[in-house]
C-alpha cells in the first residue's frame, strides 16, 4: 500500500514546479503524505523506504536519472515535463488518472538493470545508462584493451569506449552507432566511439559478465563518466573494472510497455508499422 510520496521536480524548471505542486495537491487530498523533495539538497542523502513508498519525478530522463542515485528499493513514477522522457510513464496531462491507478493498486514493477564501475579504491553510484572512458585531450586518441572474464577481446584505438546497459543503448550508445536492444533482454553493449580500425561494430556481452578497460601509454590519458555526469581521470594500466549491480533500478508502471512505440516517438526513428 502506497501512503507516503516523495515529489523531486526538475531544478530550475517553473513549468516542473507547477506540475509538482499540483500532483502533490491531489495526492493530499487522497489522503496520502507528500513530501517535496529538493534534488539539489540530496546529494549526500538516501531515499529509502522508511522515507517514501513511490518516489514521483517531475522532469525528463536526465532528472530521472539524477534521482536513482539516491533511491535505495523505493519504485519511482516519471512525469514527462523535458525534451524526452523516454523512462517517463506519465504526462502531465494523465498524472492524475495514473496516480488514481497506483493509489487502487492497479500497477506493476519494472525492474532495470544498472552497472557498477570500479576503479581502485573509488566509490561510484550505479549506473543507469552507460560508463563511458573518453580522452582527457580533444582529438587526441586512447590505446584501448578491453578485457571480458580476464579474456582479452580487443586492443586498439578509439577516441573513446561506452559500455551500456538494455536501458542506455536508446542514449548515447545509439548515437554513437550502437543498436537498439529490445529491453526484455539484460545485456551489455560495448560501443567503439570513431575506432581506429575499420569494421569493427558494437559487442552484445552477457550481463553476468566483468569488464575491464585498461588505457595504454601509446595512447591519450582518460577520464571515466557515468551517465554523462561524474567523472574521474585515470591513470594508464590501472583498469576500470564494470559488473551488472545487485541494485536494479526499480519503476512503477500502470500500463502495458510498448517500447518500440517510445523508440518511434521519442527518438524519432522510423520504424513504420
Known amino acids: 500500500m502506497i501512503s507516503k510520496v516523495a515529489i523531486i521536480s526538475k531544478p530550475n524548471s517553473p513549468e516542473a514546479d ?12 487522497k489522503g496520502l ?9 540530496l546529494e549526500k ?5 522508511k522515507r517514501a513508498d513511490l518516489v514521483v519525478v517531475v ?20 512525469i514527462k515535463v523535458g525534451a524526452l522522457g523516454f523512462l517517463c510513464e506519465s504526462t502531465p496531462e494523465e498524472a492524475k488518472p495514473v496516480m488514481d491507478k497506483i ?4 500497477y506493476y514493477l519494472e525492474f532495470k538493470t544498472r552497472l557498477t564501475p570500479r576503479y581502485k579504491d573509488k566509490r561510484f553510484y550505479e549506473v543507469m545508462n552507460e560508463a563511458l572512458v573518453a580522452s582527457l585531450r580533444p582529438s587526441r586518441v586512447l ?11 580487443y586492443r586498439g584505438k578509439a577516441d ?11 542514449a548515447y550508445a545509439l548515437s554513437a552507432g550502437g543498436v537498439i536492444i529490445d529491453p526484455a533482454l539484460d545485456l551489455m553493449e560495448v560501443v567503439l566511439i570513431c575506432p581506429l580500425s575499420t569494421g569493427v561494430r558494437p559487442f552484445i556481452i552477457p550481463v553476468s559478465s566483468t569488464l575491464e578497460i585498461r588505457l595504454l601509454p601509446d595512447g591519450s590519458r582518460g577520464i571515466l563518466v ?13 583498469p576500470v573494472i564494470i559488473e551488472k549491480s545487485d541494485k536494479p533500478a526499480c519503476f512503477i508502471r500502470v500500463k502495458p510497455p510498448d517500447f518500440y512505440r517510445r523508440v518511434r516517438e521519442k527518438i524519432r526513428i522510423p520504424l513504420e508499422v
Open 33 to 41: 503524505t507528500v513530501h517535496y523533495l529538493d534534488i539539489l539538497s
Open 59 to 78: 522532469g525528463g530522463d536526465g532528472t530521472i536519472v539524477r534521482v536513482l542515485r539516491i533511491v535505495d528499493g523505493v519504485p519511482l513514477l516519471g
Open 226 to 238: 557515468l551517465d554523462g555526469d561524474e567523472a574521474s581521470s585515470i591513470e594508464y594500466e590501472s
Open 143 to 153: 590505446s584501448i584493451l578491453l578485457s571480458k572474464d580476464g579474456i582479452p577481446i
Open 103 to 106: 493509489i487502487s493498486g492497479n
Open 18 to 29: 507547477s506540475v509538482s505542486k499540483d500532483i502533490g495537491g491531489y495526492l493530499s487530498s
Open 160 to 170: 573513446g569506449i561506452i559500455v551500456s546497459t538494455t536501458t542506455g543503448s536508446t
Open 45 to 49: 542523502q538516501t531515499i529509502d523506504k
